[in-house]
C-alpha cells in the first residue's frame, strides 16, 4: 500500500538543490552544475524548487529546519559530503549528486553518509534524472525530453545526450530518463525495480556497460520484465574467451554469451544497435505482441519482399504463409497479377482496398504470428493512400503490423502517417524484420522466465554429501582439477551414466584391466596437467587385444612425455569402448561466468569440438523445459531424431543428464568449470565417454547466504520451505511458496472473497486482480520476498459423473524486504470460509519463520484501523500495535523477529 522506496527521487513533491553561488569574479560554475541550473529553470516544475548555497544561506541550524522529498546536489567532490550531511538533517529521503570525476574512495564515504540518514543515494558520478511528466529535469543531459511510455537506463552519460538528440527529432517520447556512473550508490538494479511499478513507464530500454551484482540484477530484471518489455543493449559485445580455461567449455564461452543466456532467462530482448534499440521498444510497445515467429509478408513487388523473406530465414525465423483455402478466398480481391505462393505479393497493380485485403486474410490465418507490409514508390500509385488503407485496417488487427515505406521523398508523409498512428514503420524490410524477430524473442523469453525450478528435480536423490567429501579430499591435496576416475566418480554420485574407468600405472595393469573389462578398449593418459589429451597422442580407441594394450601404453607415454615432458603423469585409464555404432557425440559443460556465475552449456561434442563451435547456454537451475529449450538451440539438435539411417536418439536421456548437471551446479558451489566430451547417445539411452572437472573454494556471487543458493544468479524455487498441516476438521493442506502457474488460482481466491476482505486486504473493491498484479504476486524474487500458499486438495465430481481432484488457494501470506534489508512488512489473504479456524495464524508463523531464517530481524505492516479481527490475531501472535502518523485510518504492527 506504500509509495514505492524510490518515490522519493522520482517523484518528489519539493527539492532543495545545493549550489554554489560563483563569488563576483571568481570561478565559474561547474559545467554540470551550471547545466543543471538552467535545465531546472527552463520549464515549470509542479512541486517546490529551494536553492541552498552552503556559504551563504545562513546558519547550518537554520537550514536544517527546511524539509524537502529530494536532494540536488550540484557541487564540488570536496562539499559533497557536507551537503548530503545537511540533506539529512534537513529529512530529504532521496539525494542525487549530479556530476564527475568522484574517486571510489570519496564515492564510499558518500555512501555510509547515505546510509547512515536513510537517504536514497543516486550517484555520485549521475547526470541526472528527468520525468517529463512532472516537467522535472533533475539533469546534466540536455532539455527535458517529450512525454512517452519508454523509460531510459543509461550508464553512460555521453550515450543519454545522444539518445535524447536522437529521439527529440523522431518523435519518442520517454515517462522517465536516468543517466548512471560509476560508484553509484543506486544500480541499474534499483532503478529497475521501480520502473517495473511506474505505471507512467510501459516498456524500459538499457544500455549497459557493467554489472556490479548479478544476483540483484537478475531479480531486478526478471520482475521489470515480468511486468513490461524490457530491451537491453550492452557494450563490450565482443570479447576473447578465457585463455586459462582447463576445459572445452571454458575456452569456447565468452562472457557475452553468459549475458545473452541471462538475458533469455530474464525474459528481457537483447539488441545489438543503437538504432535497434528503439525500434525494438516502439515494436514491444505496441498493442500486440506475437505468441510465434511466422511473419507475413505483403508487399506490391518481388524484389522488396524477397530481400525481407531473405532476412527472415537469416534469423531462424519463418515465413508466414495463407492456407490454400484462405489463398483461394483472397485471391479474386486482388489484382490479376498478384501472387500467394510464400510470399502475398500484390505486384505492381496493387490499389489501397488491396492492402486491406491482404492484411484482413492474414489476420484470419491461425498460422501467422504478425504482419510486415512493404511498399515500395511506383509511378501512378498514391503512396498516402496506401498509407491509409493501412491504418484503417490495423484498427481491426489482432496481430503485431510492422510496415517499411521505401524511399524517401514520395513516402515522407505516408511514413508520417503511419508513425502517428502508432504503427512501426521501417525504411528497409531488414530493420523490420529484425523489430519483429526482436518481439518473437521477447515471447519466447517470457516462456523462459515462467520456469522456476527447485535445486533438486524429481529424479532419484543424489548422494550429495559423498560428493562434497570426494571434493574436499581433493582440495585438501591443493588441487583444483580433478582426474578422470574422480571426475566420473562425482558424475556417477548424481546418477549420470559413465564408463566403467580403471586407473593403470604399468603395461602389465593396463593388460590385465583389459582382460576383465573385455576387448575392444580406450587408453587415454591420466593427468592433471593436460587439458586436451588428443594434442598429446594421449587416446587410443578400439585397442583390440592385450598386445596392442601394452605396446600403445608404452608408446603413448613415450609420446606424452615427449610433447609435455614437466606434466604430472598418474598413469593411463583403461574402459571398455563404449557400443553405441549410431550414437552421436555431443557435449554437457559448465562454466563459471565472472558476473553470473555458474553456465550449463551444451553442442556438438568429440574430438572437433572447438571447430564446430556449436554451444547453447543456460543459466542453473534447469527444469525438463528449459532442459528441452537448451538442447533446441543447439546446431546438433537436427541430427536427434532419425538420421542418415540411424534412428532417433533417447533426447529424455539428454534432458536427465542435463537436470543432473543442473543439481550438481546447485549443491556443488566449488564446482568451477566441467567437460562431459563426448558423452554418446543413441537410441538406448546416454553414457560419458570422458569427463574432465575443475574446482575451487566454494564462494558466493552475491550477499545471499550460502545455504540459499548465493553463486546462483537466479534464485531456485525454495522447496524446502513446502510443509503438510492438518485441517481442523479432519484432513491436510499443503503450506508452500508461490509459483507463477499460481495465477489462476490466486484469482480465484481474489474473486471469492466478500467486498469486505477484499476492501481490507486491497482496499479496494475490485473485484479481480489486473493482470499485472497477478503477475507481480505470483513471480516472485525469492531473495527479496516470500509468499506461502495455503493449498486445498478437493474432490469433486465432473459433468460425466467422474470423480476428479482439483486444487485451489484458500489462504496466502507474503513479506517483502524493506530497503534497509533488515526488516520486511507483510501481508495476509485467508479465504472468508476458514476465518476463525488456525489458518491465519498458521500463514503469520510460517512466513515469520521464513523471514527469521533469511537474517530479517523485523516485519511489519500496516492494518486498516477498523479490521478488529486482523488487529486481535496480530495482538494475539505477540504484534506491538501502534499509531501511524502518516494515515491515521490504519494501524502499524510490528514484531521483533
Not at 570525476?101 to 558520478?125: F, I, K, T
Not at 523490420?432 to 525450478?453: H, T
Not at 499485472?772 to 486438495?793: F, G, S, V
Request: glycine share 6%; with cysteine.
Amino acid at each position: 500500500m506504500d509509495k514505492h522506496y524510490l518515490s522519493p527521487l522520482f517523484s518528489p513533491q519539493s527539492m532543495v538543490v545545493f549550489a554554489n553561488q560563483p563569488a563576483e569574479g571568481g570561478e565559474p560554475l561547474p559545467p554540470h552544475a551550471a547545466t543543471l541550473l538552467r535545465m531546472l529553470e527552463a520549464q515549470p516544475f509542479t512541486g517546490t524548487i529551494t536553492r541552498v548555497d552552503m556559504h551563504r544561506s545562513g546558519t547550518l541550524a537554520d537550514l536544517a529546519h527546511m524539509q524537502a522529498d529530494l536532494a540536488l546536489v550540484a557541487l564540488p567532490p570536496a562539499d559533497i559530503a557536507d551537503a548530503l550531511e545537511l540533506a539529512g538533517h534537513m529529512k530529504c529521503r532521496a539525494a542525487l549528486v549530479v556530476g564527475d570525476g568522484v574517486s571510489a574512495e570519496l564515492s564510499a564515504r558518500l555512501h555510509e553518509v547515505a546510509r547512515r540518514h536513510n537517504l536514497q543515494l543516486l550517484g555520485p558520478n549521475a547526470l541526472g534524472v528527468q520525468r517529463p511528466r512532472l516537467q522535472l529535469n533533475a539533469s546534466a543531459v540536455g532539455p527535458l525530453a517529450a512525454t512517452g511510455p519508454i523509460a531510459l537506463v543509461s550508464q553512460s552519460g555521453a550515450l543519454t545526450s545522444a539518445i535524447l538528440d536522437w529521439a527529440q527529432h523522431n518523435g519518442v517520447g520517454f515517462s522517465t530518463v536516468v543517466s548512471l556512473g560509476p560508484h553509484t550508490a543506486l544500480d541499474t538494479a534499483e532503478v529497475l525495480d521501480f520502473l517495473a511499478s511506474d505505471s507512467q513507464t510501459h516498456s524500459i530500454v538499457v544500455y549497459l556497460e557493467s554489472i556490479s551484482n548479478a544476483r540483484r540484477f537478475m531479480s531486478a530484471l526478471r520482475a521489470a520484465a515480468n511486468a513490461k518489455p524490457v530491451v537491453v543493449l550492452k557494450a563490450g559485445r565482443k570479447s576473447a574467451g578465457n585463455a586459462a580455461a582447463q576445459t572445452h567449455s571454458g575456452a569456447m564461452i565468452g562472457s557475452d554469451d553468459a549475458f545473452d543466456a541471462a538475458l533469455r532467462r530474464a525474459g528481457a530482448v537483447r539488441v545489438h544497435s543503437f538504432v535497434q534499440l528503439f525500434s525494438a521498444a516502439k515494436c514491444l510497445a505496441s498493442r500486440y505482441r506475437p505468441v510465434g515467429k511466422h511473419l507475413a509478408i505483403i508487399s506490391n513487388g518481388g524484389g522488396p519482399g524477397i530481400l525481407a523473406a531473405d532476412w527472415v530465414q537469416e534469423l531462424g525465423l519463418e515465413v508466414g504463409r495463407l492456407s490454400p483455402e484462405k489463398a483461394q478466398a483472397l485471391k479474386p480481391r486482388l489484382a490479376p497479377n498478384a501472387s500467394l505462393c510464400d510470399l502475398i505479393n500484390l505486384s505492381a497493380d496493387a490499389q489501397p482496398e488491396h492492402y486491406r485485403a491482404a492484411m484482413d486474410a492474414a489476420n484470419q490465418e491461425p498460422g501467422i504470428d504478425g504482419v510486415l507490409v512493404v511498399h515500395s514508390p511506383r509511378i501512378g500509385v498514391d503512396s498516402l493512400a496506401a498509407a491509409e488503407a493501412v491504418v484503417a485496417g490495423y484498427r481491426h488487427l489482432s496481430k503485431p503490423l510492422l510496415t517499411c515505406w521505401m524511399g524517401d521523398a514520395t513516402v515522407i508523409e505516408a511514413r508520417n502517417l503511419l508513425s502517428n498512428s502508432s504503427i512501426p514503420t521501417f525504411r528497409m524490410p531488414e530493420a523490420a524484420v529484425d523489430s519483429f524477430g526482436n518481439i518473437a524473442s521477447f515471447y519466447q523469453n517470457q516462456q523462459l522466465l515462467q520456469q522456476m525450478p527447485p535445486p533438486l528435480s524429481s529424479l532419484a536423490q543424489p548422494d550429495i554429501e559423498g560428493a562434497r567429501l570426494l571434493i574436499e579430499g581433493v582440495l585438501a591435496e591443493r588441487r583444483t582439477v580433478l582426474t578422470e576416475m574422480e571426475s566420473k566418480s562425482l558424475l556417477s554420485t548424481f546418477h549420470i551414466p559413465v564408463t566403467q574407468t580403471l586407473l593403470a600405472r604399468s603395461p602389465n595393469e593396463a593388460m590385465m584391466i583389459a582382460n576383465q573389462l573385455g576387448y575392444p578398449v580406450a587408453l587415454k593418459i591420466d593427468s592433471p596437467d593436460i587439458t586436451h589429451k588428443s594434442d598429446v597422442n594421449g587416446v587410443a580407441l578400439n585397442v583390440a587385444n592385450a598386445v596392442g594394450v601394452r605396446d600403445t601404453f608404452r608408446s603413448m607415454m613415450e609420446s606424452v612425455a615427449r610433447v609435455q615432458p614437466k606434466a604430472r603423469i598418474n598413469g593411463v585409464t583403461v574402459q571398455k569402448m563404449a557400443c553405441k555404432k549410431r550414437g552421436r557425440e555431443l557435449y554437457i559443460g559448465v562454466v563459471t561466468d565472472q558476473s553470473f556465475g555458474p553456465v550449463i552449456t551444451f553442442g556438438s561434442g568429440g574430438t572437433m569440438i572447438e571447430l564446430f563451435d556449436d554451444h547453447a547456454m543456460e543459466l542453473p537451475p534447469l527444469n525438463q523445459f528449459l532442459a528441452r529449450s537448451l538442447i533446441g538451440r543447439a546446431r546438433v539438435a537436427e541430427t536427434l531424431g532419425a538420421w542418415r539411417g540411424a534412428p532417433a536418439v533417447d533426447q529424455e536421456a539428454i534432458e536427465q543428464v542435463l537436470l543432473r548437471v543442473s543439481e550438481m551446479v546447485c549443491e556443488l558451489p566449488q564446482l568451477r568449470e566441467l567437460d562431459i566430451n563426448p558423452i554418446i547417445v543413441d537410441d538406448t539411452g546416454a553414457v560419458a565417454v570422458d569427463a574432465r572437472i575443475v574446482i575451487g573454494h566454494a564462494t558466493s556471487q552475491s550477499d545471499a547466504p550460502a545455504r540459499h543458493y548465493g553463486h546462483l544468479a537466479i534464485s531456485p524455487y525454495p522447496s524446502h520451505y513446502s510443509q503438510h498441516w492438518p485441517m481442523p476438521g479432519g484432513g491436510e493442506y499443503l503450506l508452500r511458496p508461490i509459483r507463477p502457474d499460481d495465477a489462476q488460482m490466486l484469482q480465484d481466491l481474489v474473486q471469492h472473497l466478500s467486498a469486505e476482505s477484499r476492501y481490507f486486504r486491497f482496499v479496494s473493491n475490485s473485484p479481480k486482480l489486473s493482470p499485472a498484479m497477478l503477475a507481480r504476486l505470483t513471480l516472485i524474487d525469492y531473495d527479496r520476498e516470500m509468499a506461502l500458499a495455503a493449498i486445498l486438495k478437493e474432490r469433486q465430481t465432473n459433468d460425466s459423473g467422474e470423480t476428479v481432484e482439483t486444487e485451489r488457494i484458500i489462504g496466502v501470506s507474503r513479506y517483502i524486504t524493506n530497503p534497509d534489508k533488515a526488516s520486511c512488512e507483510f501481508s495476509l489473504l485467508v479465504a472468508d470460509e476458514f476465518n476463525g479456524k488456525g489458518l491465519g495464524s498458521r500463514l503469520m508463523l510460517s512466513i515469520m519463520e521464513v523471514a527469521r531464517d533469511r537474517g530479517l530481524k523485523e516485519i511489519d505492516g500496516l492494518v486498516l484501523a477498523n479490521n478488529r479481527n486482523m488487529l486481535s490475531l496480530m495482538r494475539k501472535l505477540g504484534f506491538v500495535v501502534q499509531e501511524f502518523p502518516e494515515d491515521e485510518d490504519f494501524k502499524l504492527v510490528v514484531h521483533q523477529l
